[in-house]
């Protein structure tokens, strides 16, 4: 499958195929190891909330700031 097969399809299609390609990965976690990066970004995430200098907006929020 490429790109242009891709678009050919309804985006509910292309949802339902990303949904089972990621059930198909979820299942074999033991090919896939999380990134070095992945992992400090997360620490960083941790530590941020964990000292109070964390804050959190709404999803409705959010998707208002990236429509502008």
């Known amino acids: ?13 292309r949802l339902q195929a990303m ?7 979820v299942y074999e976690n033991d090919a896939v190891e999380t990134p070095e990066w992945h992992e400090k970004i ?10 109070g200098y964390a804050t959190f907006i709404s999803l409705a929020d959010l998707k208002k700031s990236r429509l502008q």
């Open 1 to 13: 499958m490429n790109i242009t097969e891709l678009r050919k399809m309804s985006t509910s299609e």
């Open 19 to 25: 949904e089972v390609l990621w059930d198909s990965l």
């Open 42 to 51: 997360l620490q960083e995430r941790k530590e941020k909330i964990a000292s």
